[in-house]
């Protein structure tokens, strides 16, 4: 009986394994931003570091920073999104974040602003009066913009311009060509934008000397050092040291994505770095500045690096594995269950079967003290002995089968004699 029950469920084993497809995903998408944007080229690279692990992305480009949030909350299947720490500081109160988790943050990312040095501005609230460019609606350049104008009071004062589809290089050029006054972005120092207008004659970079203040009052923001001549020693750029403000750009997902993608994208992050960390160093991937609360899984990581099976072996095949398990650990249980629950079904069925035919030989034997004829007695007898002479029975009722097997020819003999 083992043996067919070992087959059956084995059958059923690999039927399922084919028909169901594993719970650990083999692709996820990965939300970045407008093509040439700082958080679009850090999601490609990302997409090749994690390919590199078996894990397949498809990078998708969106609007904006925001856009990231309202398309995660439309589709978290399998879906991740960068997006920076100051993201709750504009969010839209329909999309329907209570599920969203971070996965920890990736590197800093600065929020340069650019003025004309004929303005001679030194503080952001002595930009009343002129005119402030941002990277477009959307983006947190131009959310940051309007909530630091509104915090010094001046909302009436500045006019914001958003550059919507603006080109990269297009940013640095209305403000290089005198249409805007000031120009207000988020992007990596080493990026050619950020280097064209640090280089930029007639441009200067303010420094926050009140960022203390910003990053208490806007959750998510960081300060950032600047020292003199870090981004261009032998120009000395900047001239003085300055402090910059920034966000700690966040990887995060529904915490519905599977726990085995964590270690993936932490330790992609813990290879490649963001690039505005050359600048502003930090130790990432972090646990700190954080948009959402950090996932389980995540910090599992961080606590304990990388655990079990995925430390020696490919994505591809532990996740088979995890596949393997997530079927086969239920399916033995079953098999365990069975292996005990059957025999006991078959001994209870065997039992209450031999109750039966102990009955029948009764009812025999009375008929024989009775004074049956003989005849009719053994015409019985034969019958009850062609059915259990191929009688299958299990093991723990042999003695009892071996019992009534006696009995009948006892009772034979007795009917012959007579």
């Keep these: 009986m083992t043996f067919p029950l070992f087959a059956i469920l084995f059958v059923v084993l690999f039927i399922v394994l084919m028909l169901m497809e594993p719970t650990v ?8 931003g407008p093509e040439g944007s700082p958080y679009h080229e850090l999601g490609s690279r990302y997409a090749t570091e994690i390919g590199l692990r078996g894990l397949e992305v498809d990078v998708i480009e969106t609007d904006s920073d925001f856009d990231n949030i309202r398309r995660l909350a439309a589709d978290s299947d399998n879906t991740v999104a960068i997006v920076p720490s100051i993201i709750a500081m504009a969010m839209d109160s329909e999309d329907d974040i209570s599920s969203f988790v971070s996965y920890g943050s990736i590197g800093f990312a600065p929020l340069w602003l650019f003025y004309r040095t004929e303005l001679n501005i030194a503080r952001f609230a002595e930009l009343a009066g002129h005119t402030l460019a941002t990277a477009g609606r959307g983006t947190v350049s131009d959310a940051l913009a ?9 909302t009436d004062q500045v006019e914001i311009q958003a550059l919507d589809q603006a080109a990269p290089g ?5 403000l290089t060509s005198g249409g805007v006054d000031a120009l207000f972005l988020s992007g990596s120092g080493r990026s050619e934008v950020i280097q064209h207008l640090l280089h930029a004659d007639g441009i200067a970079l303010l420094s926050f000397d009140q960022a203390a203040v910003y990053t208490a009052r806007i959750p998510g923001l960081a300060t950032l050092e600047a020292p003199h001549g870090i981004f261009d020693l032998a120009r000395d750029i900047p001239a003085r040291d300055s402090q910059l403000i920034g966000a700690a750009t966040n990887l995060i997902a529904d915490r519905s994505l599977h726990p085995a993608v964590a270690p993936i994208l932490l330790g992609a992050a813990a290879d490649i770095r963001a690039e505005s960390s050359a600048y502003f160093p930090g130790s990432f991937p972090s646990e700190e500045h954080l948009a959402f609360p950090l996932a389980p899984s995540a910090r599992r ?32 249980t079953a098999l365990v269950l069975l292996l005990k629950l059957v025999p006991m079904v078959l001994k209870a069925i065997g039992k209450l079967r031999l109750v039966g035919l102990y009955r029948q030989l009764e009812q025999i034997d009375r008929s024989s003290v009775a004074g049956e004829r003989p005849a009719v007695l053994m015409a019985d007898l034969d019958r009850l002995n062609a059915t259990t002479a191929t009688m299958i029975v299990p093991r723990a009722l042999a003695p009892d089968y071996v019992n009534f097997r006696q009995a009948l020819y006892d009772l034979r003999e007795r009917v012959i004699a007579r």
């Design 301 to 332: 990581f961080f606590q304990q690096g990388e655990t079990g099976l995925s430390q020696y072996l490919p994505y591809r095949l532990t996740r088979y594995l995890n596949h393997l398990g997530f079927l086969v650990l239920p399916v033995l």
């Design 170 to 174: 297009g940013l640095s050029e209305v």
């Design 25 to 32: 995903p083999d692709r996820i998408r990965l939300l970045t």
């Design 146 to 154: 309007r909530r630091l104008v509104d915090l010094h009071s001046i």
